[in-house]
C-alpha cells in the first residue's frame, strides 16, 4: 500500500511538472498567479477531502481574509468593505482562472488606510487622556462593525490606545509605590532611586510609551512587510479553507519548518502562534529554558519583550511572528524579559536565560515510586521521535522498551505512561509501541482518498509489559498519542486517565515541494504545501479526529474550559467511522469496570481537584470578560478584585502528596559526571510530587492490582 501510493503521488508530480505548467507558466511572469495556479491543482489533486471552489468556498475566503489583514476593524472603513463586496462570490471563478484582483484590491486598500491610521494614532497620543472620566470600553473586536466614517474610525483609535495606555500608567503607578517585581530577575544589583512624579507626568510618559509602540509596530512590522508577505497569508485563507493544518510555507517558512523537525530549537524553548493580534504561547518544549523555568504556560500570551540591558520593552501586539522571534530569541546565556498576559488574565515580568534547548529531553525518560510496599514505574513520553535516517538507531518505542526492562529490574508491578502534552510523531513507532503491551494484532487504521483502507498491525508476538497499565492523557494529547491511547482503550489493556477527550487530530500530512512541480521555472523558490493526506481510524472503527479519545477516569484541570482542541480550530474535517477489525479484548484478571468506579469516587471528592475545577472555571470568566473601565479608579479596582479572587487557588501550588520518586540506577551513576542531568530529573521529581493526577494513577495501578489478585484467586478456588 506505501509502495502504490508513492508510485501515485510521483505521477501525479510528473505529470503536473511535464504537461500542466511547462505549456501555460513559461510565458506568465507573474509568480503570484503561478503560485496560485500550482497550489489550487494541488489541493484538488492530493488533498484527502477536496473542497469544491464555488460561491460558498467564495464567501468564506473573502470574510477570512479581511478579519485576518483587519482583526481589530481600526483599518478599514465601510465604504472599502461595500467596494470589495463584489468580489464575495468570484474569487473562486477568479481562482480558476489564476486571477488575484480581490487580493490586489484589498492590499492596495489596505496599504492606504494604513497610512492613514499612522495620522490617526500620532495625532491621538498628542493630547493627554483623562483618565478619572467615566467610560468603558470593549476588547470584543470580533462584534465589531466596520465604521462609517473616518471621524469614527479616528475615535475608535483613540479608545484602543487609551485603553493600551491606561495598562502602562497602571504599571508606572505600581512602579513609583514599589508594588511591582520582575520574576525572575536578579534582585542583587542596588537600583537607582525613583524619582517622584506626579500623575500628570506619569500619564504623558505612558502615553509616550504607546507611541514608541506603535511607531516600532508601524516601522517594524507594518512597513516592513512586503506585497509577497501580504500575499502568502492571502494564499493561506485559500489552503486553510481545506483543514486546519494544511498550509502554505513560504521560503523562509520552509526553512524554519526543517530546522524544527531537526530537533533542535534556540531561545527560550517555547512554540509561537499568531492569534488575532497577540504572540501566544501554544508549546513548551521539554527541557527548554521557559518549560525548566515554571513560570510560563500554554494560552500565555507575550505581550512585551525587553532585552537584559534596555530599559524599555518593544510591545509585540500587532508585531509580525517572524519579528517578534527575533526579539525573543539571542545568543545562550542571555536574558530575554517577557511581559505575559497570563492565562487568568493577569499580567507579569517574567525572565528567561536564553539556551539551547537540548533533543535529550524530548527522550523518554522514567522513574521509581513506592506507594504502600509495592514499586511502581512511571514514564513521560514528550514525544513520538524517530531518526529517519536510521529508524534503528533510536526511536520512541525502542526507547519506551528499554526503560520498561530497566523498570522490571526494580521488581514494578505497575505502570503509568505520561502522555500529556504529547502532541505525536511517528506513526511506525506507536505501532511498535503498542506491540510492547499486546501479543499481537491490529493497532490502527489508516485511510487515503480513493484509496481501500490499510490496518497497521503489531506481528511481534512478544510483550515487553503485560502488568497493570494507567495511561495518563489531556487535551494536548494529539495524533500519535491517541493511536496510542484509543488502541489500549479499545483492547482493554489500559485505564486512560484525564481529560474529557484529547486534542482530537486524526490526520496526516504531507509536505509537498512546489519547486518539483515546475519545470524550468525562473521564479524563484516557490516554497512548499503542507496538506492533509490520511485520516487515522480506531480499531473500533470510530475516528480520533475531532472526539479525540474520552478518558475512562475523566479529571478536570486548568484548560477543561478553554477552546484548545481540533474542534476549536476553524475548517477541521469531520468525524465518521468506518468498518472495525477483528481484534480480541486483553484477556486478563483486571477488573477495569470496579477500578474505574472506585477512582471515579475518589475523584468526587478530591478537594484539590475540585479547586483545580473551580479555578479553571474562573479562568474562563476572565477570559470571556471583554468589558473594561477607562475609568482609571475603577480600572484598579477590577485589577485589585482579581487579584484577590485569586489567593483562593494559591493553595493549588502548595499541594503535596506523600510520595517520593528516584531514578533508576543506571541514571544515578550519571550523576556523578552530569550535574544538569541530575538537577532536570530532580526538578522532575519535584513536579511529580506535587501532582495530583500521578497520585491517582498510582492509585488505580493499585486498585487493578489488588482486583487481579483477588479474581486470580477466586478463580484458582473454581
Same mark, same amino acid.
Given at each position: 500500500m506505501k509502495r502504490k501510493y508513492n508510485i501515485i503521488l510521483l505521477v501525479l508530480l510528473l505529470a503536473f511538472g511535464s504537461c500542466s505548467f511547462t505549456a501555460k507558466v513559461d510565458d506568465d511572469p507573474d509568480k503570484d498567479k503561478l503560485l496560485i495556479q500550482i497550489i489550487t491543482l494541488a489541493l484538488d489533486q492530493l488533498h484527502f477531502e477536496p473542497k469544491e471552489l464555488n460561491d460558498s468556498f467564495s464567501k468564506e475566503i473573502y470574510s477570512d481574509y479581511l478579519e485576518l489583514v483587519d482583526p481589530l476593524k481600526r483599518y478599514f472603513l465601510q465604504s472599502d468593505i461595500d467596494e470589495f463586496k463584489k468580489f464575495e462570490t468570484q474569487i473562486d471563478d477568479q481562482l480558476r482562472a489564476s486571477d488575484i484582483s480581490f487580493f490586489n484590491t484589498v492590499y492596495q486598500r489596505l496599504i492606504q488606510r494604513q497610512n492613514d491610521a499612522k495620522v490617526y494614532y500620532r495625532s491621538i497620543l498628542e493630547k493627554p487622556f483623562d483618565f478619572y472620566e467615566d467610560e468603558d470600553y470593549n476588547t470584543d473586536y470580533e462584534t465589531l462593525t466596520y465604521t462609517k466614517s473616518k471621524k469614527a474610525l479616528k475615535e475608535r483609535w483613540r479608545q484602543q490606545l487609551k485603553f493600551n495606555t491606561l495598562s502602562g500608567?497602571? /504599571?508606572?503607578?505600581?512602579?513609583?509605590?514599589? @508594588? &511591582?517585581?520582575?520574576?525572575?530577575?536578579?534582585?542583587?544589583? $542596588?537600583?537607582?532611586? !525613583? $524619582?517622584?512624579? &506626579?500623575?500628570?507626568?506619569l500619564e504623558v510618559e505612558a502615553r509616550t510609551e504607546t507611541l514608541k509602540t506603535l511607531d516600532n509596530y508601524f516601522t517594524d512590522y507594518i512597513e516592513d512587510m512586503?506585497?509577497? @508577505? %501580504?500575499?502568502? /497569508?492571502y494564499v493561506n485563507t485559500i489552503v486553510e479553507e481545506f483543514d486546519p493544518h494544511t498550509s502554505y510555507m513560504a521560503p523562509t517558512d520552509k526553512d524554519r519548518f526543517d530546522q524544527q523537525m531537526s530537533g533542535k530549537l534556540e531561545g527560550i524553548g517555547a512554540r509561537l502562534q499568531k492569534k488575532m493580534d497577540y504572540i501566544k504561547i501554544v508549546e513548551l518544549i521539554s527541557g527548554g529554558p521557559a518549560w525548566r523555568d515554571g513560570k510560563i504556560e500554554v494560552g500565555d500570551v507575550i505581550v512585551k519583550v525587553r532585552q537584559d540591558k534596555e530599559k524599555e520593552a518593544i510591545s509585540v501586539v500587532g508585531m509580525r511572528i517572524d519579528d517578534a522571534i527575533k526579539l525573543i530569541k539571542g545568543p545562550k546565556? &542571555?536574558? $530575554? !524579559? #517577557?511581559?505575559?498576559?497570563?492565562v487568568d488574565g493577569s499580567f507579569e515580568d517574567i525572565a528567561i536565560t536564553r539556551d539551547i534547548v537540548e533533543l535529550e529531553e524530548t527522550y523518554a525518560k522514567s522513574s521509581i515510586v513506592k506507594k504502600e510496599g509495592i514499586n511502581y514505574g512511571v514514564i513521560n513520553l514528550p514525544k513520538f521521535y524517530v531518526d529517519f535516517e536510521d529508524y534503528n538507531s533510536r526511536n520512541a518505542s525502542s526507547d519506551i522498551k528499554l526503560e520498561i526492562e530497566r523498570l522490571k529490574e526494580q521488581g514494578i508491578e505497575g505502570l503509568v505512561l505520561d502522555l500529556r502534552n504529547n502532541g505525536g510523531g511517528s506513526l511506525r513507532t506507536v505501532v511498535d509501541m503498542a506491540g510492547l503491551f499486546i501479543k499481537d494484532g491490529p493497532i490502527v487504521q489508516v485511510r487515503s482518498t480513493g484509496e481501500p483502507k490499510e490496518v497497521l498491525s503489531d506481528e511481534d508476538k512478544s510483550i515487553s509489559w503485560d502488568g497493570p497499565l494507567v495511561i495518563m492523557v489531556n487535551e494536548l494529547s494529539a495524533s500519535a498519542s491517541e493511536i496510542l491511547a484509543a488502541a489500549m482503550q479499545d483492547y482493554k489493556r489500559a485505564i486512560i486517565i484525564g481529560s474529557k477527550q484529547t486534542y482530537g487530530k486524526g490526520t496526516v500530512q504531507n509536505v509537498l515541494d512546489l519547486n518539483r512541480m515546475v519545470r524550468n521555472s525562473s521564479h524563484g523558490d516557490l516554497g512548499a504545501l503542507k496538506l492533509t493526506r490520511q485520516k487515522f481510524y480506531r480499531i473500533n472503527g470510530g475516528s480520533t479526529q475531532l472526539e479525540g479519545v474520552k478518558s475512562d477516569v475523566v479529571v478536570p484541570d486548568r484548560y477543561s474550559f478553554i477552546d484548545i482542541g481540533e474542534r476549536d480550530q476553524e475548517n477541521p474535517l469531520a468525524w465518521d467511522k468506518i468498518t472495525p477489525v477483528e481484534y480480541e479484548v486483553w484477556n486478563s484478571y483486571f477488573d477495569y469496570n470496579t477500578t474505574i468506579a472506585n477512582s471515579k469516587r475518589r475523584m468526587e471528592n478530591n478537594e484539590q481537584l475540585k #479547586?483545580?475545577?473551580n479555578s479553571a472555571k474562573w479562568a474562563k470568566s476572565k477570559m470571556d470578560d471583554n468589558s473594561y473601565s477607562l475609568n482609571y479608579t475603577k480600572y484598579k479596582s477590577k485589577l485589585k478584585l482579581n487579584e484577590e479572587e485569586a489567593k483562593q487557588f494559591e493553595a493549588i501550588s502548595d499541594y503535596k502528596t506523600n510520595l517520593t520518586f528516584e531514578s533508576l540506577p543506571y541514571e544515578q551513576k550519571l550523576f556523578t559526571q552530569d550535574t544538569t542531568l541530575r538537577d532536570k530529573r530532580n526538578r %522532575?521529581?519535584?513536579n511529580l510530587s506535587k501532582d495530583v493526577y500521578v497520585e491517582e494513577a498510582l492509585n488505580v495501578l493499585n486498585d487493578l492490582k489488588m482486583t487481579y489478585e483477588i479474581n486470580k484467586l477466586a478463580t484458582i478456588r473454581n
Open positions: 500608567y497602571d /504599571m508606572l503607578i505600581d512602579q513609583q509605590n514599589g @508594588d &511591582s517585581k520582575t520574576e525572575g530577575e536578579d534582585t542583587e544589583e $542596588v537600583s537607582e532611586p !525613583i $524619582v517622584e512624579k &506626579s500623575l500628570i507626568e512586503e506585497r509577497e @508577505d %501580504w500575499f502568502a /497569508m546565556g &542571555s536574558k $530575554v !524579559i #517577557l511581559t505575559m498576559k497570563k #479547586l483545580i475545577e %522532575w521529581h519535584e
